[in-house]
């Protein structure tokens, strides 16, 4: 079976551009949940997202924003991208909301210059 | 969310002896609790995982020990291996029903052949 996959495995972009994250998680798991992981720091909680809805959001401004299509895939979008946003950008999915079902993509390296 | 700097913590081991890393959580009302492991260039591995009411759980070679009273975690690994070389995150239920993990600092660990 076929984990968690994310794409682009890198993304390059300019400070002031948007960028587009997508994830497709675990085939039958409808929760879908992003990280962000800069460098030297934890992972920090994003967003969730299930059955097509956001369920919560972490401390994040709005320009971070995504959303879950109806085939549960993800997408994640960045907007105004800042130097700080550069960062390794996990995607998780669970059968159903969980904590420790969490299952975890390889992630996308967004850096920004 | 955390921040707790750039340098992550580092423990190096000989092959073949134990390993303890720690983690201290910041809610006393966090009732879950899950080790995870990260390689290089992957997303975090769920390793064990224990709930408040709980002092200790054992995995294959890995134990997980909770003390609420100064509310700290810690991994214990038996035998550690080369393959064992990765950071390790601990992360807590973020306690608002969303099914948001908090995550640790993390800590490298180094296993010397």
């Known amino acids: 079976e076929a984990g968690v996959t994310q794409s682009p495995t890198h993304l390059i972009k300019t400070r002031g551009q948007q960028a587009t994250l997508r994830c497709s998680p675990i085939?039958?798991?409808?929760?879908v949940y992003w990280y962000q992981q800069a460098l030297g720091l934890g992972l920090q909680f994003l967003l969730w997202?299930?059955?097509?809805?956001?369920?919560n959001r972490g401390n994040f401004p709005p320009r971070f924003s995504g959303r879950q299509f109806p085939n549960y895939s993800s997408e994640l979008n960045v907007n105004a991208l800042e130097l700080e946003d550069s960062a390794l950008y996990l995607c998780?999915?669970?059968?159903?909301?969980?904590?420790?079902?969490?299952?975890f993509g390889p992630g996308t390296r967004l850096t920004v210059t | 969310g955390e921040s707790v700097g750039l340098h992550l913590p580092t423990l190096s081991v000989q092959e073949g002896d134990n390993s303890i890393i720690n983690c201290a959580y910041s809610n006393s009302a966090s009732d879950y609790f899950i080790w995870y492991k990260q390689e290089s260039g992957k997303g975090p591995q769920f390793i064990i995982d224990i709930r408040s009411n709980m002092d200790k759980r054992q995995g294959q070679r890995v134990t997980v020990l909770l003390n609420k009273t100064v509310k700290h975690l810690s991994l214990q690994i038996a035998a550690t291996q080369p393959g064992d070389s990765a950071v390790y995150f601990c992360?807590?239920?973020?306690?608002?029903?969303?099914?948001?993990?908090?995550f640790g600092s993390g800590t490298r660990l180094l296993v010397r052949p």
């Open positions: 992360a807590e239920d973020g306690m608002d029903s969303s099914y948001k993990l908090i």
């Open positions: 085939s039958g798991h409808t929760s």
């Open positions: 997202y299930d059955e097509g809805e956001e369920r």
């Open positions: 998780a999915s669970s059968l159903v909301p969980s904590l420790g079902e969490q299952y």
